[in-house]
């Protein structure tokens, strides 16, 4: 603990100097007046809960602007990593799987449809509920605040990495509208369309549209399989009404995606099928390694594989929400926020990679989420006072099946041939208090304070059967009883936190901020092999205790913002998705989710903007967490993971942005490049090195030309081809290989817009 704690002070010392230096070069620059005046803009972020400028808020938060995500056409929320430090988003298990959110070390791999991620994602001010939520597509968006670190207290529950807040455009009183159209390599084709009228002089309306048609970078070999590729439908209807002292918000969204999967890879780690030597880390899932049963996809191309992929996905989502402000007098307001979501998912997929039927399956979804929140808003000489009730009831039910080696049936023994069907239904209430105090001592000094308690109750009815062959002649298979458990959890807690804000010039603020948050219990949903698993698939809540130290400066006519933050992490009761290797020979792995010991995480994290010239800008961005690991703790199975690292947690990543502005036969034209770099990482926790992924970068950019009232972007997403993947799951002791989920291959555009 000792070199923890000497490591991460001289972190602190060195980011410490280093904002020192930079104030006292801007000083410098003041002194001469060598520097012009910059347009710089102030950042308003919802980090609280309402508008605040960035600098004045004791938390770690992030911003980038909707017309970025447009331009460089960003299709949802798990391509948000480039904008913030220490943010690792991927499609994990393939798109329309939940998404593997991580912030700071804290996050979730599991694909399982039931689970809820530690970082909370919302969707103007209403949170989106269990992970399968997560995928959020973009279009006309207004701005996304990633909050890093525990929002116990205004956010609540399941936030103990952090917060997304995604906030669409609000209708304007005015008539606005856009169409853009697009075509881009992998057969793409977009459309995003707008149109904003007032209806009266206090009410006034915005629906926007966005549908999308593309493949899948990765080409399938085996020419039984359908092409994979997605078509989705996305739309909202926003209805806001103005008054007096009184505001409403109405809004309804609907999607719609189908189509197929993307093919997954087979990684072979075996050299010699006769006698099982296996091929080397660096070896693995070249022509030269095969699975248990002799197969490789015969090509060393990274985006080519074999498999049967008739893998169908479909998905329909719909919610209504409503947003009620009352401006009850000049120092207080009430906000009231309704909503009610459903999904339903159908996601087929092929675990073995190979043409051959030896793990295929479906995970089936349907889930209700409907929330309340009224809030209570005071503000009085300079202090905020924010208070309020929270109540929410999520109900998740599951129809998911596993085919698990139907090649093989009549040929090895029934119990090791079988379908596994197992159905869940999980419901969750939770209600919750809280108040935050944001308390301005002089003009220097601001302290914040805020307590939140939540009483949550789960309850859980999981039943699975078996189809297995009982007589070898008849191998359609007969269906028997697997399990059947029933249960009901509950628990209760406070979390809070206390923060305390100096102006040490005009220019900077610095803060330390102590939070803490919880994530709650439930039941694993997912695969689970035995009925012994499935007693114990429950889970506690795990808890997160964080110290954070750092600075905000902005120094606007040098066109300068540079904040830093250090934290130190005691993550107890951690909940862990464990993949390990069943200890009968042949059989699925077993897949666990439980409470492990405790974790330490500590890091560093930097952003400095610069806006060089009027049409210079540049954006830098570095995380930093040389120690992210478990404590002592040994598995269910014996296996130790003491001082492992955490899964997705890379230990150095950087972002760069650059944006140069110029004019063009008397027209504006601005390019932009972003790169995102995450040094190496594991896929799960038990530190295999064939499940890690070595350090990587990935390069876009975009080319925007106005003309009038019209547009052209030609953009491009992984520039360089860089070869990487989302998720290597480990199959190794079943089926002598692991599935790559692989991540996207360079993909290139062009959007035509009209806006009026």
């Not at 200890?583 to 500590?602: H, R």
């Not at 404590?631 to 140069?660: H, I, M, Q």
């Amino acid at each position: 603990m000792k070199s923890h704690t000497h490591a991460f002070s001289n972190s602190i010392l060195l980011l410490c100097s280093s904002s020192f230096v930079l104030s006292s070069v801007v000083q410098a620059q003041n002194d001469e007046a060598t520097i012009t005046q910059s347009s710089l803009e102030v950042i308003e972020v919802y980090a609280q809960k309402r508008a605040q400028a960035i600098e004045d808020v004791s938390i770690a938060v992030s911003q980038v602007k909707g017309d970025t995500l447009k331009n460089q056409h960003y299709k949802d929320s798990t391509e948000l990593s480039v904008f913030a430090p220490n943010l690792k988003i991927s499609q994990n298990a393939a798109e329309g799987t939940p998404p593997a959110v991580n912030i700071r070390g804290v996050g979730l791999v599991d694909y399982n449809t039931a689970n809820t991620s530690p970082v909370a994602i919302y969707v103007d001010d209403v949170a989106v509920g269990s992970a399968s939520n997560q995928i959020v597509n973009f279009f006309d968006i207004e701005q996304v605040d990633i909050l890093r670190g525990p929002q116990g207290t205004i956010f609540g529950r399941n936030a103990t990495g952090g917060a997304i807040l995604i906030r669409t455009k609000r209708p304007e009183f005015t008539e606005t509208g856009y169409l853009t159209a697009g075509v881009a390599n992998n057969h793409a084709f977009n459309i995003d369309a707008m149109y904003n009228n007032q209806l009266s002089d206090s009410t006034a309306f915005r629906v926007a549209i966005n549908h999308q048609d593309y493949q899948y970078s990765t080409r399938n070999a085996f020419d039984q399989a359908p092409t994979a590729g997605m078509e989705q439908t996305s739309a909202r209807l926003s209805l806001l009404s103005d008054f007096d002292n009184l505001q409403l918000l109405l809004q309804g969204h609907i999607e719609d995606w189908q189509g197929i999967v993307q093919p997954v890879g087979n990684i072979g780690i075996i050299a010699d099928p006769l006698t099982g030597e296996r091929c080397s880390a660096s070896q693995a899932g070249s022509t030269k390694c095969f699975d248990n049963f002799g197969f490789n996809d015969a090509s060393d191309d990274f985006y080519t594989v074999k498999v049967n992929n008739d893998s169908p996905h479909k998905t329909d989502g719909k919610g209504v929400s409503a947003h009620l402000t009352w401006q009850v007098n000049d120092r207080n307001e009430v906000v009231s926020i309704s909503s009610y979501n459903q999904l339903e998912r159908s996601h087929a997929f092929n675990c073995d990679g190979s043409p051959a039927q030896l793990c295929e399956g479906s995970l089936g979804l349907d889930t209700d989420l409907f929330s309340q929140e009224l809030r209570l808003q005071t503000q009085w000489d300079g202090h905020t006072l924010t208070s309020g009730l929270y109540f929410a009831d999520e109900s998740i039910q599951q129809n998911n099946i596993n085919d698990i080696l139907r090649d093989l049936r009549g040929i090895l023994a029934s119990d090791l041939t079988a379908t596994f069907f197992y159905d869940n239904q999980i419901d969750t209430q939770n209600i919750a208090a809280f108040s935050q105090l944001d308390y301005q001592l002089n003009a220097d000094w601001m302290i914040s304070a805020g307590l939140r308690y939540s009483y949550e109750s789960l309850d859980y009815d999981s039943a699975a059967h078996l189809n297995v062959v009982i007589d070898t002649a008849d191998l359609a298979g007969s269906l028997v009883p697997f399990y059947h458990v029933q249960g009901q959890q509950s628990d209760n807690g406070f979390s809070g936190q206390i923060a305390i804000n100096y102006l040490i010039s005009d220019s900077t603020h610095s803060y330390y901020r102590f939070a803490n948050g919880a994530k709650s219990g439930g039941y694993n949903g997912g695969f689970l092999s035995s009925p012994e698993q499935a007693e114990l698939a429950d889970y506690g809540k795990e808890r997160l205790n964080a110290h954070e130290v750092g600075t905000k400066s902005w120094w606007p006519e040098q066109g300068i913002r540079f904040n830093w933050a250090a934290f130190y992490y005691d993550y107890n009761d951690q909940q862990v998705f464990m993949n390990q290797p069943s200890k009968s020979a042949q059989k699925p792995p077993v897949q666990l989710l439980e409470n492990v010991g405790d974790s330490i995480i500590y890091g560093l994290e930097a952003e400095f903007d610069y806006q060089a010239t009027d049409t210079l800008s540049m954006r830098l961005a570095l995380g930093y967490i040389p120690h992210a690991e478990f404590e002592e703790f040994e598995d269910p199975l014996g296996n130790s993971l003491t001082d492992n690292r955490l899964p997705f947690t890379s230990k150095w990543n950087a972002s760069v942005g650059v944006e140069y502005q110029l004019e063009l036969a008397g027209n504006p034209l601005t390019t932009q490049l972003l790169v995102d770099y995450q040094s190496e990482y594991y896929f799960d926790q038990n530190q295999n090195s064939y499940a890690m992924q070595d350090g990587y970068s990935i390069v876009n950019g975009n080319i925007r030309y106005q003309v009038d009232n019209f547009s052209f972007v030609v953009w491009g997403k992984n520039l360089f081809d860089t070869e990487y993947s989302n998720l290597k799951f480990d199959l190794s002791s079943f089926l002598g290989m692991l599935e790559d989920f692989k991540g996207e291959g360079r993909r290139y555009g062009l959007d035509v817009s009209y806006q009026f």
